[in-house]
């Protein structure tokens, strides 16, 4: 019974403090999966470009139109109308070469992302959180234990096991959710992005830049959440000797759900702080 409830507890704590590092939270777009980056921007040259390039075409004469309304409501007036439509061309301009060059503006935005959840992976490989948590200070405590006691931890041990898995399960689902959204963003930008010269419609390639840095930063804040779950386990564990026993497995449980919900929350998160829709 010793071995079997000894194991249950090396599992889930391998789980808590491995569960960062095995979901490619930190990859590129490119290296995450070669084919679908290879796909997105298949899709992305070969036929969101060309209807791109024709909504901007549009925006841009719809611009021209504008300005010459508005020189002629001024009266007139070659310095003014030569001054306004040079900042039209000059914008549809950075448009053409924003579109052209989307993808290396996208995995820039992204890399940002990865630098900071490398810098904050590098406290877990100098050993602040290995340390954190020992199996024989979690397990000294039942020692004392009589056997049928230690039959109902065992039980109960389970039932943390199952809902431990079932949190890594839903973590890697959603950062694969993730980078599904980023490939779909990456296949469609120069869509929004032709929008840009447009006064009116300017709002949609603004709001995509922010919906796209939100979903990068989604990515740090997943990796600290799963970082961060060590921590709480640790309070769990410091607080058994009041506590007791039981209420120690309780938070395991209860921390296993609230990691399922943090990371659900993420991408609320991310949006909240980037203000992207």
């Known amino acids: 019974?010793?071995?079997?409830?000894?194991?249950?507890?090396?599992?889930?704590?391998?789980?808590i403090l491995n569960s960062a590092g095995t979901n490619s939270i930190t990859s590129s777009l490119s290296s995450w999966s070669k084919d679908l980056y290879g796909f997105a921007m298949a899709i992305q040259t070969n036929v969101m470009k060309p209807v791109?390039?024709?909504?901007?075409?549009l925006f841009a004469l719809l611009e021209l139109y504008r300005i010459s309304e508005q020189v002629e409501a001024?009266?007139?007036?070659?310095?003014?109308?030569?001054?306004?439509?040079?900042?039209?061309?000059?914008?549809?301009?950075?448009c053409k070469i924003a579109m052209d060059?989307?993808?290396?503006?996208?995995?820039?935005i992204l890399q940002v992302s990865i630098i900071l959840s490398k810098g904050i992976g590098k406290l877990v490989s100098n050993g602040k959180i290995s340390g954190l948590i020992s199996l024989n200070d979690i397990y000294q405590p039942i020692t004392k234990e009589s056997f049928?006691?230690?039959?109902?931890?065992?039980?109960?041990?389970?039932?943390?096991?199952?809902i431990t898995m079932l949190a890594g399960v839903l973590v890697n689902?959603?950062?694969?959710?993730?980078f599904l959204q980023m490939y779909v963003f990456l296949a469609v930008a120069p869509i929004p992005i032709s929008t840009m010269p447009h006064h009116e419609f300017s709002g949609i390639a603004k709001n995509f830049f922010k919906s796209f840095m939100a979903v990068s930063i989604q990515g740090t804040l997943i990796y600290m959440v799963q970082l961060f779950y060590p921590f709480l386990v640790k309070t769990a564990f410091?607080?058994?000797a009041s506590a007791g026993l039981w209420s120690m497995i309780a938070s395991l449980l209860g921390f296993s759900i609230l990691l399922i919900f943090a990371v659900f929350q993420t991408n609320a998160w991310a949006k909240s702080l980037t203000t992207a829709m």
């Open 52 to 57: 791109g390039y024709t909504i901007l075409a």
């Open 1 to 15: 019974m010793d071995n079997a409830i000894k194991g249950e507890l090396k599992f889930i704590l391998d789980s």
């Open 101 to 108: 060059s989307m993808s290396l503006f996208m995995n820039a």
């Open 173 to 178: 689902v959603v950062v694969t959710g993730r």
């Open 148 to 162: 049928w006691t230690k039959l109902m931890i065992w039980l109960v041990l389970i039932i943390v096991m199952l």
């Open 74 to 94: 001024m009266g007139g007036g070659s310095d003014a109308g030569v001054r306004l439509i040079s900042a039209a061309l000059v914008k549809v301009a950075f």
């Open 238 to 240: 410091a607080n058994m």
